[in-house]
């Protein structure tokens, strides 16, 4: 399936956003904040406070749920995040990127918006049944989110640190497992 280019920026960033709540929280400061929020790209209100990080900070664990439902349970989620933020959808074009969606108001706080939408790109992923394009990091010692967008579906870590680390421990594993 094909995802819109605006699907794919919004499950970028959300998984970013929900794996940034791993140890070490790398969502700890305004400054981390807006860096995360220059990278995806993401326009309208910003409040720069502390109050504005904690309540992003705070939706991680609602994404991380929506994340890794099944996709009856996503659809359920999904539908009570827009009935609570009862959207208002329209394509917009702004700084370079082409048609895409906003379904909430550009004043609306920073963390609504992310909820909104996330909710919209799930339900992407949702109509397609395209929820197999994200997994929980094939790394046992890792929760992070595996956002998936190859072709044949390969990528099972969240991060290359989360590769690697695999990698030595299977090396080391047959290393000793060869030695008499």
């Known amino acids: 399936m094909l995802l819109a280019h605006d699907t794919e920026a919004t499950l970028h960033a959300v998984?970013?956003?929900?794996?940034?709540?791993?140890?070490p929280d790398t969502l700890t400061t305004t400054a981390q904040a807006d860096a995360w929020y220059a990278k995806h790209r993401y326009t309208g209100r910003r409040d720069r406070d502390a109050a504005e990080l904690a309540d992003l900070r705070a939706v991680r664990p609602v994404l991380r749920a929506l994340l890794t439902a099944d996709r009856?349970?996503?659809?359920?989620?999904?539908?009570?995040?827009l009935a609570e933020a009862r959207p208002v959808l329209r394509l917009v074009r702004h700084d370079g990127i082409d048609?895409?969606?906003?379904a909430v108001s550009a004043d609306e706080p920073l963390a609504r918006r992310v909820v909104v939408e996330a909710a919209m790109a799930m339900a992407d992923l949702v109509r397609g049944d395209e929820m197999s394009r994200l997994a929980v990091c094939a790394d046992e010692s890792c929760d992070g989110i595996v956002l998936d967008l190859t072709r044949n579906r390969s990528r099972?870590?969240?991060?290359?640190?989360?590769?690697?680390?695999?990698?030595?421990?299977?090396?080391r594993a047959?290393?000793?497992?060869?030695k008499p």
């Open 15 to 23: 998984v970013e956003l929900v794996n940034s709540e791993a140890d």
């Open 72 to 81: 009856d349970g996503a659809a359920e989620v999904i539908n009570d995040m």
């Open 99 to 102: 048609w895409h969606i906003h």
């Open 156 to 171: 099972r870590f969240c991060s290359t640190a989360c590769a690697n680390r695999v990698a030595v421990a299977a090396y």
């Open 174 to 178: 047959r290393a000793k497992a060869a």
